[in-house]
C-alpha cells in the first residue's frame, strides 16, 4: 500500500489530453515539493516535473504539473504514442523522514 | 554529460549479502547525494534511502535499518550500496539517481538483484 496514491491505470486516444491524479496527505503533498517520473518500459525512471510544476529542460511542454493542497496532478496534452509508460509521483514525507512514491500509473495510447 | 553506471547483476542466496556500485561521472561527485530506488518485478518504486557525497551523512529507510549500509568513494566518485541478510523479496531492480535536493535528475542503469536458493 503506498504512502501517495495514484489511480493504477489511465488512457487516452492520440491528440487528448489526460490527467493522473495523486493523493497524500499533510505530511508529504501538503508541505513538500511533488516531483513526477516516467518510466518507459524497461529502462530507468525519467525526471519529468520537479517542484510541483517545474520541467527540466529538455521535456515538452505538454507535460505539466500542478499541486492543491494535499493531492498534485500530472496533465499532459497532446498525448502521442510515445507517452505510453508508467507515471509515478513522489515527495517527501515529514512523518516517516522518507521520500514516498505513488504506486504508479499505466497510461495506454488507444 | 552525466553518467551514473552500476554494477552487474547478481545471484545471491537467502541470507547472504549484496554491494552494489554506482560510479558518477560528468559533474562534481561531492556536491550531490545519491538516493537508491528499488523496484520489486512488475511492482513500484521504493525508496530505500541516501547519502550525503560530500559528508558521508545518511537516511535510510525505516524498513531497512539495520540491513543497509550506503557509502561513498570520492576518490573514485562511487557510491555503494550494500544490503545484508538477503529475503526473497529483496529480488528487485536496484537504482541509483543523483539526488539535488530531492530532484533525481539522472539515474543508473540499473542492477538487477536476484534472491533465491
Known amino acids: 500500500q503506498s504512502v501517495l496514491t495514484q489511480p493504477p491505470s489511465a488512457s487516452g486516444t492520440p491528440g487528448q489530453r489526460v490527467t493522473i491524479s495523486c493523493s497524500g496527505s499533510?505530511?508529504?503533498?501538503?508541505?513538500?515539493?511533488v516531483y513526477w517520473y516516467q518510466q518507459l518500459p524497461g529502462t530507468a525512471p525519467k525526471l519529468l516535473i520537479y517542484?510541483?510544476?517545474q520541467r527540466p529542460s529538455g521535456v515538452p511542454d505538454r507535460f505539466s504539473g500542478s499541486k492543491s493542497g494535499t493531492s498534485a496532478s500530472l496533465a499532459i496534452s497532446g498525448l502521442r504514442s510515445e507517452d505510453e509508460a508508467d507515471y509515478y509521483c513522489?515527495?517527501?514525507?515529514?512523518?516517516?523522514?522518507?521520500?514516498?512514491f505513488g504506486g504508479g500509473t499505466k497510461l495506454t495510447v488507444l | 554529460q552525466v553518467q551514473l553506471v552500476q554494477s552487474g547483476a547478481e545471484v545471491k542466496k537467502p541470507g547472504a549479502s549484496v554491494k552494489v556500485s554506482c560510479k558518477a561521472s560528468?559533474?562534481?561527485?561531492?556536491?550531490?547525494?545519491i538516493s537508491w530506488v528499488r523496484q520489486a518485478p512488475g511492482q513500484g518504486l521504493e525508496w530505500m534511502g541516501w547519502?550525503?557525497?560530500?559528508?558521508?551523512?545518511?537516511n535510510y529507510a525505516q524498513k531497512l535499518q539495520g540491513r543497509v549500509t550506503m557509502t561513498t568513494d570520492t576518490s573514485t566518485s562511487t557510491a555503494y550500496m550494500e544490503l545484508r541478510s538477503l529475503r526473497s523479496d529483496d529480488t528487485a531492480v536496484y537504482y541509483c539517481?543523483?539526488?539535488?535536493?530531492?530532484?533525481?535528475?539522472?539515474w543508473g542503469q540499473g542492477t538487477l538483484v536476484t534472491v533465491s536458493s
Open positions: 517542484r510541483n510544476n
Open positions: 560528468g559533474y562534481t561527485f561531492t556536491s550531490y547525494g
Open positions: 547519502i550525503s557525497a560530500y559528508n558521508g551523512n545518511t
Open positions: 499533510s505530511s508529504n503533498i501538503g508541505s513538500n515539493y
Open positions: 539517481a543523483r539526488d539535488d535536493s530531492g530532484s533525481y535528475w539522472d
Open positions: 513522489a515527495a517527501w514525507d515529514d512523518s516517516l523522514s522518507a521520500v514516498v
